[in-house]
């Protein structure tokens, strides 16, 4: 069946960088546009940022703009989240998700999901 599996993550000081990974396989890899959403402890999953299958367009949460950066590999069937700036808030699960066609910021709208990997930033 279609697994995505991130890796990445880690303990991290504040002010810091980590680059995410998704590796997906038993997928059209480049049929499906792939998000990053994030859950921190008590709070709501939320949407982090998404891509489109071919990587032509990228869309943002407004928290992310500026320090994440979101790009994908589809020869590698691979996309990478990129974070500069760690912040102590931006501790969380993060997980990659994978649908077909447009991407979108409604986690429900996400056929596929990763297990998650944790980031936890240091202050």
């Known amino acids: 069946q279609v697994q995505l599996v991130e890796s990445g993550g880690g303990l991290v000081q504040a002010g810091g960088s980590l680059r995410l990974s998704c590796a997906a396989s038993?997928?059209?890899?480049?049929?499906?546009?792939t998000g990053w959403f994030r859950q921190a402890p008590g709070k709501e999953r939320e949407f982090v940022a998404a891509?489109?299958?071919?990587?032509?367009?990228?869309d943002y949460a407004d928290s992310a703009k500026g320090r994440f950066t979101i790009s994908r590999d589809n020869a590698k069937n691979t996309v990478y989240l990129q974070i500069n700036s760690l912040k102590p808030e931006d501790t969380a699960v993060y997980y990659c998700?994978?649908?077909?066609?447009?991407?979108?910021?409604?986690?429900?709208?996400?056929?596929?999901w990763g297990q998650g990997t944790q980031v936890t930033v240091s202050s």
């Open positions: 998700a994978a649908r077909w066609g447009l991407y979108s910021r409604a986690g429900n709208e996400y056929a596929y």
């Open positions: 038993k997928l059209t890899f480049s049929s499906v546009a």
């Open positions: 891509i489109s299958p071919i990587g032509g367009s990228t």
